[in-house]
């Protein structure tokens, strides 16, 4: 959905800034055949054998032509679907560092909480999808029980954000903190940080005395945004990008606002297998080229998040 900046447990993810055109439509469920992909993208148009850095790539990708990503595609505006294709930060991003690798990004819709899993069944090739770099899912552990659940993957860092709190325009509950919300219905997306966020905090209201969070988990953001507009919920944690652009967009302004600061900022991560380490170095390389030659700006700019750039593009550089 950090700046934009947190969110996602072992399978999760995050989102920064103010933006747009509110985009609801419905995340398709991944199927192991890949069938669901946005065959409208235009990601890395630049032929292979032109392109700077297409050298870099493993030898079966620059022979297909195609980075298969996957993500959850309704989370704007960070990526949501338009007209049948993929469009946002991430989308656009991909075709920047498309066009440096001589390949095309071609996005597949999945649920997030699905995504390691299908890259680890090989069913894409990477991960794109405002999933937050955390120590967690370098390692393969489930944060909530800190158990071993996979091998893992690698992230290539690209972006940074931070979770919000959004609330019916107006605040009509007074919510100005996660202490307010102990004892109040909170609806979100789940297998995300924010998620592992609001269980720690209800975990946080028993021990103080207070009541639990009552967690309403649905597998898509708009879902949760639609129980927060109908007044079934008190507020939605989210990305603060996505928040920021929900709060501005979203009944042109009337229905939502954030209120309090960014929670737990972090880095945003491409996910790729550990066994693949040649497609992670040159994704890297391809950030760290689309950062000096201003193209990485210029996206951000367009969609008004400049908050969450970065400087460098790390690999595994999140805690």
């Not at 199927?31 to 992909?37: E, L, R, V, Y």
């Not at 009552?214 to 507020?235: I, M, N, W």
Request: net charge neutral; hydrophobic share 35%.
């Amino acid at each position: 959905m950090t700046a934009r900046f947190t969110r996602r447990t072992t399978a999760s993810r995050s989102r920064i800034a103010a933006f747009g055109a509110i985009a609801v439509a419905g995340t398709l469920v991944l199927t192991g055949c890949g069938d669901q992909t946005d065959k409208g993208g235009d990601s890395g148009s630049s032929s292979t054998s032109s392109a700077p850095l297409a050298s870099k790539l493993p030898a079966d990708i620059r022979k297909a032509g195609v980075i298969k990503v996957g993500s959850d595609i309704a989370y704007p505006p960070v990526e949501y679907m338009e007209n049948g294709k993929a469009v946002g930060v991430d989308p656009d991003i991909a075709d920047a560092l498309g066009k440096q690798l001589g390949v095309k990004f071609d996005f597949q819709n999945g649920k997030f909480d699905q995504l390691i899993v299908g890259l680890q069944a090989n069913r894409f090739n990477a991960i794109m999808s405002a999933m937050n770099d955390t120590k967690a899912r370098q390692d393969g552990v489930d944060s909530d029980t800190g158990k071993k659940v996979g091998n893992g993957v690698d992230f290539v860092d690209y972006f940074t954000a931070g979770t919000s709190i959004l609330v019916q325009k107006g605040n009509p509950k007074g919510i100005k903190s996660l202490d307010d919300l102990c004892g109040q219905v909170v609806a979100l997306q789940k297998g995300t940080t924010s998620e592992g966020i609001a269980k720690t905090q209800s975990t946080k209201c028993t021990k103080d005395g207070k009541k639990a969070i009552t967690l309403q988990t649905f597998d898509t953001d708009p879902e949760a945004l639609l129980r927060l507009k109908q007044g079934a919920s008190v507020a939605d944690l989210n990305d603060f990008p996505v928040a920021a652009y929900n709060a501005k967009t979203s009944g042109s302004g009337k229905d939502f606002e954030v209120v309090g600061d960014q929670i737990e900022a972090g880095p945003y991560g491409i996910a790729v297998s550990k066994e693949n380490t040649q497609l992670r170095d040159a994704i890297q390389a391809a950030v760290a080229a689309i950062i000096k030659n201003g193209d990485y700006q210029k996206i951000l700019e367009k969609w008004n998040v400049t908050q969450g750039a970065v400087t460098e593009s790390k690999i595994n550089g999140g805690s």
